[in-house]
Nanobody, 127 residues
């Protein structure tokens, strides 16, 4: 099993920054960490959960949605089993619940291809 715990959400003014963290744990993850792709998704009420960014465990492959490219940066600290999402130049339309996800296998953008999810953290950007 894999457990994911997000933190770092909150309220920020437009143009501001936040950094989300996702700590991964579990025996399966510890033994096979290099096989996992870590992703960030977000969801607003009434909408589908959408892909934001993903990174493979070695950090050599990074993918971002067009809507956040140049503003959000995904990174990871293998020693801490933690993935980060640095969000800069935030806009009101970035307001959502942000979820961390893990997938054993190659990169994917679809939420349905991720096996493990965190509980989500609220990000609210005021105008």
């Amino acid at each position: 099993q894999v457990q994911l715990v997000e933190s770092g959400g909150g309220l920020v003014q437009a143009g501001g920054s936040l950094r989300l963290s996702c700590a991964a744990s579990g025996r399966t993850f510890s033994n096979y960490a290099m096989d996992y792709v870590m992703g960030w998704f977000r969801q607003t009420p009434g909408k589908e959960r959408e892909f934001v960014a993903a990174i493979n465990w070695s950090g050599t492959n990074i993918y971002s949605a067009a809507s956040v490219k140049g503003r959000f940066t995904i990174s990871k600290d293998n020693a801490k089993n933690t993935v980060y999402l640095q969000m800069d130049s935030l806009k009101p339309e970035d307001t959502a619940v942000y979820y961390c996800a893990a997938r054993k296998g190659p990169y994917a953008r679809s939420r349905y291809q991720y096996d493990y999810w965190g509980q989500g953290t609220q990000v609210t950007v005021s105008s």
